[in-house]
């Protein structure tokens, strides 16, 4: 009988423990972070990376905005605020780390304008700031929810960053903000001449790699560096007038030079 | 060796993507990135040829597979070249294996699903091999566009 009574108390232990007292693991969403953006149609947000959704707030706290510490109303002083404002800290002690957003866009976490045109230094500065906040190493006396919460916030934050700086992937995501996506089922034939046009470059670039041509690499990088440029104006132009199929297209182009800037590189600068 | 480097793969870079290959790739994917079967390139311009030239978005990867045809219909050669990933070069190097010795029809019933199958692609992996079906496809519609040609010009 003690025996019995004993293991149930550890499955008893067991059962609270995982569903009351921490209840921090990170929840494998099957809804998007970001479902709660009605105007966002759900099919969309495949390739959203979910931002740690946390299934409640941490012990004893089931309201939102408000601090899982302290208990202070985390909405306090910013009452003009639409609320869209991500809170990374408790503003009542700087090292008191809130849950991660899982409320919140890349551009929202890197407060940035949802553009495809940024500011990257911006961006840089914004994300150096983050992470003097929020790296784990800033907790590493503290108690475990808030180790994990650092934890949780720095990766997000990394993973805003690296989406949002590259214009490739910034297009990728903005474009699934507004409902398309570019599926790898999709095969593009050549009715404009594109791939034909792209084939011929991958050609010369494997000819002059193979006969050490370094002149004819060099052209070959100007000119694409060119087309690179082209694009990226053209997607940034389809996205300012709300084109969101004209800037599919031109990212899927995109893709195309970005692969031969990489393969150049690897040719030029080859990784020792 | 020489194959990849006409592959575009730099040599340097083959024994990193070997060890990687070896955890996470299938051996026979393995096998037909490190001695793909009927590379090169036919004359797109000759008669009795069909040339298939396709892409995918997703990943700017980009192959050509072309089919020489004979007088009965059968597919007596085939040929490829894939700027890709591994799977992509697998998928396309096993499509040129399979067409050889075809009719145009049998051809035209290669699925991507026996494709992948036959390469155990994972599921991330699963589009390379309709880019290969899809490559198929499209020399045996450019083969069969060039006869309706000839044809009408007879």
């Given at each position: 009988m003690k025996m019995h009574l004993r293991i149930l108390g550890c499955v008893w232990k067991f059962v609270f423990h995982r569903t009351h007292v921490y209840n921090l693991s990170p929840r494998r969403c099957s809804h998007s972070p970001f479902s709660h953006l009605h105007h966002l149609p759900t099919s969309s947000l495949s390739l959203i990376t979910p931002c740690h959704a946390y299934t409640t707030q941490p012990p004893g706290h089931s309201r939102p905005n408000i601090c899982w510490k302290c208990d202070r109303d985390l909405d306090e002083g910013s009452r003009d605020d639409d609320g869209s404002r991500v809170k990374f800290l408790c503003p009542c002690d700087k090292r008191v780390v809130l849950p991660p957003s899982n409320t919140h866009t890349y551009f929202q976490i890197?407060?940035?304008?949802?553009?495809?045109?940024?500011?990257?230094?911006?961006?840089?500065?914004?994300?150096?700031?983050?992470?003097?906040?929020?790296?784990?190493?800033r907790f590493s006396t503290a108690s475990p929810e808030e180790q994990e919460f650092s934890a949780g916030q720095s990766a997000l934050v990394n993973r805003a960053y690296s989406t949002l700086l590259k214009p490739y992937s910034r297009g990728l995501y903005l474009l699934e903000l507004n409902g398309l996506t570019i599926d790898e089922k999709d095969t593009l034939t050549d009715a404009s001449g594109f791939l034909e046009e792209m084939w011929e470059v991958r050609e010369s670039l494997d000819d002059a790699a193979n006969t050490g041509d370094l002149a004819a690499l060099l052209l070959l990088q100007t000119t694409n560096n060119a087309n690179l440029k082209n694009i990226s104006d053209e997607v940034a132009a389809s996205f300012d007038s709300g084109d969101y199929t004209a800037a599919k297209e031109c990212l899927a182009r995109m893709k195309y030079f970005i692969n031969i800037e990489e393969s150049l590189k690897d040719r030029l600068d080859p990784p020792p | 060796m020489a194959y990849l480097q006409r592959l575009g793969v730099p040599l340097r870079r083959v024994a990193m993507q070997s060890r990687v290959f070896a955890a996470s790739y299938h051996e026979k994917v393995i096998d037909h990135y490190e001695n793909p079967r009927n590379v090169g390139s036919m004359n797109k311009e000759d008669s009795d040829v069909g040339t298939g030239l396709v892409g995918a978005p997703a990943?700017?990867?980009?192959?050509?597979?072309?089919?020489?045809?004979?007088?009965?219909?059968?597919?007596?050669?085939?040929?490829?070249?894939?700027?890709?990933?591994?799977?992509?070069?697998?998928?396309?190097?096993?499509?040129?294996?399979?067409?050889?010795?075809?009719?145009?029809?049998?051809?035209?019933?290669?699925?991507?699903?026996?494709?992948?199958?036959?390469?155990?692609?994972?599921?991330?992996?699963?589009?390379?091999?309709?880019?290969?079906?899809?490559?198929?496809?499209?020399?045996?519609?450019?083969?069969?566009?060039?006869?309706?040609?000839?044809?009408?010009?007879?």
């Open positions: 890197m407060d940035c304008p949802v553009s495809y045109r940024l500011n990257v230094e911006a961006l840089k500065e914004r994300f150096r700031q983050l992470q003097r906040q929020l790296h784990p190493d | 990943c700017g990867d980009v192959m050509k597979l072309q089919i020489r045809v004979d007088g009965d219909g059968k597919i007596v050669d085939a040929k490829f070249k894939t700027f890709g990933c591994g799977s992509a070069i697998a998928s396309s190097s096993l499509a040129t294996e399979w067409v050889k010795g075809k009719t145009l029809d049998d051809a035209g019933e290669i699925k991507n699903t026996t494709i992948a199958k036959e390469l155990s692609l994972p599921p991330v992996k699963l589009h390379c091999s309709m880019l290969a079906e899809d490559a198929i496809k499209a020399a045996l519609k450019d083969y069969k566009g060039k006869q309706d040609k000839m044809e009408s010009t007879c």
